[in-house]
């Protein structure tokens, strides 16, 4: 059942009594400007938490896309300083076609190493990915060397995980499709002396696989993956044997991200999906009262159709116009100003408010566009394209982005030609007898919907009950994040504002990530900014990037945090389950290298505790199958867990 936003599902309603009004708390507080982490100004594609310089504070590499890739060490008390040259002194290094990374100690060597993964030119070309050895003062490229460097993988995010009990983590490169018939390997299995390439041992059943994630471990290992195309929009794997089986455990639906997350403490890690519906053939974004961008699309539903958008503002206009597919699609004689129709002298230009209505001709061998205002500032924007424009080569698309600033508020905004479907809703999904049962309404997950992009979850007022955060994206209206809190007894409450980091403003919503990243044993969100709204670069990520918000609660709540070191396991724990029981509650965590979606968050574990202060019992289930106990240990500290030797 789809929920109007703000509204509470029906039987929400009948759970609680009646609909839950938001709460109103502040959690964060925004600390970008003091941090030094806000200078990047741009498209993101990602970013990872790794303490690279093995100080015990979460380190920060951010990928900036197609700009220079920055890392950031941590200075203690919320404060980095940018050390790029110092450890990635290459120019290779740092640039490329980068999307998603992650941090994770591949050759169990004490030290996180980094994998960049790239694109492959357009779909259709070759770009090395990057695996950086930390060397302990600097990253070093050895992906060719290790033969992980898989130029014609169309790269978009990546995830390390232990196969078959070896002690060793293996690679998984999530990848769309090449737009050619090649199929370049997704998973590198780790060899005592390098890594090689498997085909057999996870069996994708579709050629776009753009990332994965952990959905289990210890004893019931588990993945689960976005695919793309084929029929098909997820596959989760059982790892316990190789090949990996697939489990019929999962309703097809599609999904931005994935947090896994024991929201009961029942030991049980249900899955909660963001989602968004892809664009319409208009999208829209909002970076300030005054400005707009659209991002237009003709395809062949849609050719031949009335396509653009009205506005009102008062005074001239500035506009900026910048063509996407093709990228010479669009040339200086095919846009069109007001009644007289006269072409610009660049693609960022100037529109006297008495320019005259835009009179659209009929669609000629090129794409058009055409701008114009009538009396009152009433603005409209058109763009055409014919079906033999479309029929003339690959793709079968045409798209134009444009930026739209005026010096009074931009209101009445309107597409033409276009009906925008409502957004998709989260869904969350609880393990029941070997299925997955979606409880989404029951547990109120959506009564205000956004357009999800990236999820997280986290105990975020460190009460002992894990919360989400889900970091809006999309168009117009419907780039703000949510913060549900977790009442303890099955329900989740929105929080005003998202707890202080709402969303909205320049930028798109790309992915979020936690971190303790100030040692206050409250965690603290990444949230990055700079995608494209769905379907192109250029425009509506130019002004993104990233914004640290501290975690100011104070509740006087007690926490633990908890590193993980393998022996028989990798070095990093990934794929072993902790459970910590203090006060009669038992909380499961899942070591899954923090990795989702493009952002990995700090791999530390972290417990919140309420009032408690001391741990009654821990248990490790590790990779290996050993199982490990401690007991009688204090709150408020990070603890470091080696494996035992034995089992």
């Not at 090949?243 to 899955?271: K, R």
């Not at 409880?439 to 956004?450: A, D, P």
């Not at 918000?549 to 104070?554: P, Q, S, T």
């Amino acid at each position: 059942m789809r929920l109007p936003t703000r509204l509470c599902a029906l039987t929400v309603a009948l759970l609680l009594g009646a609909c839950s009004r938001e709460v109103d708390r502040t959690l964060f507080k925004d600390v970008t400007a003091e941090s030094g982490l806000g200078h990047h100004v741009g498209m993101t594609h990602g970013a990872a938490w790794g303490d690279f310089a093995g100080d015990g504070r979460p380190g920060l590499y951010v990928t900036n896309h197609l700009k220079p890739a920055q890392l950031f060490r941590n200075e203690g008390n919320g404060r980095f300083v940018d050390v790029t040259r110092q450890w990635l002194p290459l120019p290779s290094d740092v640039g490329g076609d980068k999307h998603g990374a992650m941090w994770a100690d591949f050759d169990n060597a004490g030290r996180p190493d980094l994998v960049q993964i790239t694109g492959a030119t357009m779909g259709v070309g070759a770009e090395p990915k990057r695996l950086m050895h930390n060397r302990g003062d600097r990253l070093v490229d050895e992906a060719v060397a290790l033969g992980v460097d898989n130029p014609e993988g169309r790269g978009r995010s990546p995830l390390w995980l232990e196969l078959g009990r070896t002690g060793r983590l293996d690679l998984f490169q999530g990848a769309e499709a090449r737009f050619d018939a090649k199929t370049p390997p997704f998973l590198f299995r780790q060899q005592p002396n390098g890594f090689e390439a498997d085909t057999a041992d996870l069996a994708l059943a579709s050629r776009s696989a753009p990332f994965c994630v952990l959905a289990g471990g210890g004893t019931q290992p588990r993945l689960l993956c976005r695919l793309e195309g084929q029929g098909t929009a997820l596959q989760m794997f059982d790892l316990s044997h190789l090949p990996a089986a697939t489990l019929d455990a999962l309703p097809q639906t599609g999904f931005e991200d994935a947090a896994v997350a024991d929201l009961d403490n029942s030991g049980q890690f249900a899955i909660v999906m963001a989602r968004r519906n892809p664009p319409g053939a208009v999208a829209l974004g909002r970076p300030s009262p005054g400005e707009l961008v659209a991002d237009l699309q003709i395809d062949g539903k849609n050719v031949g159709a009335p396509l653009g958008l009205k506005f009102h503002a008062a005074g001239p206009l500035r506009v900026s116009v910048y063509p996407t597919t093709p990228r010479d699609g669009l040339s200086l004689g095919d846009i069109h100003i007001g009644s007289a129709g006269i072409h610009p002298a660049g693609f960022a230009f100037e529109v006297a408010p008495d320019a005259g209505a835009a009179a659209p001709g009929a669609p000629g061998e090129r794409a058009g566009l055409w701008i114009g205002s009538t009396a009152g500032g009433q603005w409209e924007l058109h763009f055409t394209a014919s079906r033999a424009a479309l029929d003339s080569g690959k793709p079968k698309t045409r798209n134009v982005q444009v930026a739209v600033a005026a010096a009074q508020p931009i209101d009445k905004l309107e597409a033409i030609g276009e009906q925008r479907a409502e957004e998709a809703p989260a869904r969350l999904f609880v393990p029941r007898e070997g299925k997955y049962v979606e409880e989404s309404e029951k547990r109120g997950l959506n009564q205000q919907i956004v357009a999800g992009a990236s999820v997280v979850a986290g105990d975020f007022d460190n009460d002992g009950h894990l919360d989400l955060f889900i970091l809006g994206s999309g168009e117009i209206g419907l780039q703000h994040n949510l913060l549900l809190l977790n009442d303890g007894k099955g329900a989740l409450r929105v929080v005003k504002d998202a707890g202080g980091a709402p969303g909205g403003g320049a930028g798109v919503g790309d992915c979020v990530a936690t971190a303790d990243f100030d040692g206050n044993g409250r965690l603290g969100l990444l949230v990055v900014r700079g995608a494209s709204m769905g379907r192109s670069l250029g425009l509506p990520s130019e002004r993104g990037g990233y914004r640290l918000y501290r975690n100011v609660v104070a509740n006087g709540n007690h926490w633990l945090e908890i590193d993980l070191e393998g022996t028989r396991s990798n070095r990093d724990g990934i794929g072993a389950v902790v459970r910590v029981t203090a006060n009669g509650v038992t909380q499961s965590r899942l070591q899954d290298g923090g990795q989702h979606n493009r952002c990995q968050n700090y791999a530390r574990l972290h417990f919140g505790l309420a009032q408690a202060t001391t741990i009654d019992k821990i248990t490790v289930q590790w990779p290996s199958g050993t199982v490990q106990q401690l007991n009688g240990v204090a709150a408020d500290r990070v603890l470091h867990i080696k494996e035992a030797a034995t089992p």
